[in-house]
């Protein structure tokens, strides 16, 4: 997820969230993404070589890297930022929906 | 050190050295952070008699032990330094996501001391510390500076940075940061002025460390649910501090024109709902809350089109009711105007009152405003009024000082609605039929203010009239409230959600393993309220008794009209109230501290 705030004008913020659409997996060419059943694309950190090919592609994004890691860090589709919304903007979608 | 990242970052601005000091475990324990580790500091390392805006003053920038983790509300910094709008201890607390920031980029404490030779600006990632050429910057409004800042460094960065009134060294000029939070009150935007300080701009990618990760993530966790499952949360999330106006006018105790009454007509336009549907666009949280009470709008009419962050109670306060501007959209846009300004808009609320009653009463005229006809509810007169005194035109380099200073130097009887304690303007709360906290205001350590202990609610449970008792209630507020400034969250979850505040030393003891109830952290907050007595007699001798005293406004004139009319509270009451208070202070009948006292605290 990436919240930007637009301040002072418009005053309001842009939300960038995982959609599981799946460019990530199709760019990283050790194939070191899979898709779970649940529909949501998870990095095998094994099979990761920290290209961040991914990081670049992702559409919305929301795959961060952090200098203490090799990998990347992307969404699971945990659900805790569903259950800890405080405004419960936030729902579960299905595939390739928010 | 679990729950700290040990080192102090010390920024020399006259020669531009930036060194790191390990943080002494044992000034942990003894002040945890925040707002403690800011008076110990400050006490020791500011010169007594140095000048405010002189080079040997220092800011500290202290975020707590919980700023930046999982904690509800964890993004509150305590500002300190010698105040120059009182000369005495000043700090301010201040929400946003500044404090997190700071811990993320590895540091417990900042502290800037010296003055840059030309206007500079803080550059800080991590390790690497910068000073930079702010030539750019300069002159700039505090929000436009920060926009500036933010298109040059990135989104990431969090940025603090005063506006022209803090350029111009007007005392009461405040520190800016993330679009319309502020740390408001004591004038600490003037010293980063004198500093040659326009921005502090911060980037931290470390973690933070923490004695327990499991059990500061259950805690924290179990934190959130207990804010959803608050019954009056939603109310809270929709109105914030806006659904206060009405209330304290329902008790008298609501500033109008310039304190002479605690009741105006109309305030029904202040109302919260009122202005979620005139102005309110967006809701704003700081760092990790759930509660979101920051208001952002747009007020637009055919004169002004503007955005603001607010305006929360204190604005409507002091510029709606003290400033007579009966309108919501008004409000906003002089909320707007202070806010690019680096303005506080308590102190400048009170100071534009004042010269509004000396307008009104004929002591000041169109010859002395540059033709400025400054009456009670015209938005044309505060808006010329803010920018004299933030450029420091005019009658505005008087109003730049003050309105203790101010009313000296106009003379003819005016210091006595000169609305102020120690030289910081009070907050929005009429108190003449509010004994404990009339106690609060006068006796709290920055001067007239609501952040240490507000205790009107306390006279409204205990009876108007009464003052036994009062005393006791006053301390134990002025312990407890300022407590949550040492640990680097807000309070606002305990005193508006009824949050259940026994969560915070289970998770305190999660982050940094101290274990600390509630009787230790207020024995800490005890020892820093005590400091800050001292710091005020370092730093100013002869200080005591007579600077715990508030306008003669207030114990001479009755309030006219409203729900209190006829209510003032007599000298004989105040000193009642002083004479138990100290009594139970452990101070002396002068307000010093006794040297038992001074032993019992380990100080």
């Not at chain 2, 003052?467 to 507020?477: C, N, P, R, S």
């Amino acid at each position: 997820m990436r919240i930007r705030g637009l301040f002072p004008a418009p005053g309001h913020y842009e939300l960038h969230l995982c959609t599981q659409c799946g460019e990530c997996a199709q760019v990283c060419p050790t194939g070191a993404i899979y898709q779970r059943e649940d529909g949501a694309y998870i990095i095998d950190a094994n099979e990761c070589t920290g290209c961040y090919a991914c990081v670049d592609a992702c559409p919305e994004g929301v795959m961060y890297t952090h200098e203490s890691m090799q990998v990347p860090i992307k969404c699971t589709a945990c659900g805790e930022c569903v259950t800890y919304c405080p405004k419960k903007l936030l729902a579960m979608g299905t595939e390739g929906g928010k | 050190m679990d729950g700290f990242a040990g080192s102090i970052l010390r920024i020399n601005l006259t020669t531009g050295k930036a060194s790191v000091e390990p943080l002494d475990p044992k000034l942990v324990r003894d002040y945890l952070g925040g707002r403690g580790l800011a008076a110990r500091i400050l006490y020791d390392e500011i010169p007594a008699g140095a000048d405010p805006l002189g080079p040997d003053n220092r800011v500290v920038l202290a975020p707590g032990p919980l700023s930046g983790t999982l904690v509800p509300a964890a993004g509150k910094i305590t500002f300190a330094s010698k105040s120059p709008a009182t000369g005495g201890w000043g700090d301010s607390s201040m929400g946003g996501h500044l404090a997190a920031e700071i811990r993320y980029a590895g540091y417990d404490v900042i502290i800037l001391e010296g003055a840059a030779a030309k206007p500079s600006y803080l550059y800080i990632k991590n390790d690497r510390v910068e000073i930079r050429d702010a030539s750019a910057l300069w002159g700039k409004g505090a929000i436009q500076a920060e926009r500036a800042l933010k298109d040059e460094l990135g989104e990431e960065f969090q940025i603090a940075t005063i506006g022209q009134a803090g350029e111009n060294r007007v005392v009461y000029a405040c520190v800016s940061h993330d679009f319309g939070r502020q740390a408001g009150r004591t004038g600490i935007g003037a010293v980063l002025g004198s500093k040659n300080v326009k921005a502090i701009a911060i980037r931290g990618t470390k973690s933070i460390p923490l004695a327990d990760t499991a059990g500061t993530v259950e805690i924290g966790k179990g934190m959130y649910r207990a804010v959803f499952a608050a019954p009056n949360l939603k109310e809270w999330q929709n109105y914030g501090t806006g659904s206060v106006p009405p209330w304290a006018n329902s008790i008298g105790a609501f500033p109008t024109r310039n304190f002479q009454s605690g009741f105006i007509e109309g305030n029904e336009k202040f109302a919260g709902e009122v202005m979620r549907s005139e102005i309110v666009i967006n809701d704003k949280a700081c760092f990790s809350c759930p509660m979101a009470c920051g208001k952002y709008s747009r007020t637009k009419t055919d004169k002004y089109d503007a955005y603001v962050e607010g305006p929360e109670y204190e604005t409507t306060a002091l510029i709606g009711g003290n400033c007579a501007l009966l309108s919501i959209k008004d409000v906003a846009y002089g909320n707007y105007l202070c806010d690019e300004y680096g303005l506080d808009t308590i102190s400048t609320g009170v100071v534009i009152g004042f010269a509004m009653e000396c307008f009104e009463k004929g002591i000041i005229s169109e010859k002395d405003t540059d033709g400025i006809a400054a009456k009670f509810g015209s938005m044309d007169a505060f808006a010329a009024l803010a920018k004299k005194i933030a450029f420091r035109e005019g009658i505005g380099d008087l109003l730049a000082q003050g309105v203790r200073k101010a009313s000296k130097k106009i003379g003819q009887g005016t210091e006595r609605f000169a609305i102020q304690v120690k030289g910081l303007e009070w907050s929005g709360y009429e108190s003449r039929g509010a004994p404990a906290n009339m106690l609060a205001y006068i006796t709290s350590d920055v001067g007239s203010h609501h952040n240490r202990a507000w205790a009107i609610t306390t006279d409204i449970a205990m009876g108007r009239d009464l003052v036994e008792g009062k005393a006791q209630k006053v301390i134990d507020l002025q312990h407890i409230r300022p407590a949550f400034d040492l640990l680097g969250v807000c309070r606002l979850l305990w005193v508006e959600i009824d949050f259940d505040k026994e969560w915070y030393p289970k998770v305190l003891k999660a982050v940094t393993g101290l274990q600390y109830g509630w009787d230790e952290i207020n024995l800490v907050s005890e020892r820093v309220w005590n400091l800050t007595r001292l710091f005020w007699m370092k730093h100013n001798p002869g200080f005591g008794r007579k600077d715990d005293w508030p306008p003669a406004r207030f114990y001479e004139e009755p309030i006219p009209d409203g729900p209190t009319a006829g209510r003032l509270i007599t000298k004989q009451r105040l000193n009642q109230l002083l004479d138990d208070y100290y009594a139970l202070r452990g101070w002396d009948t002068q307000g010093h501290p006794t040297p038992r006292k001074l032993a019992q605290l380990g100080l």
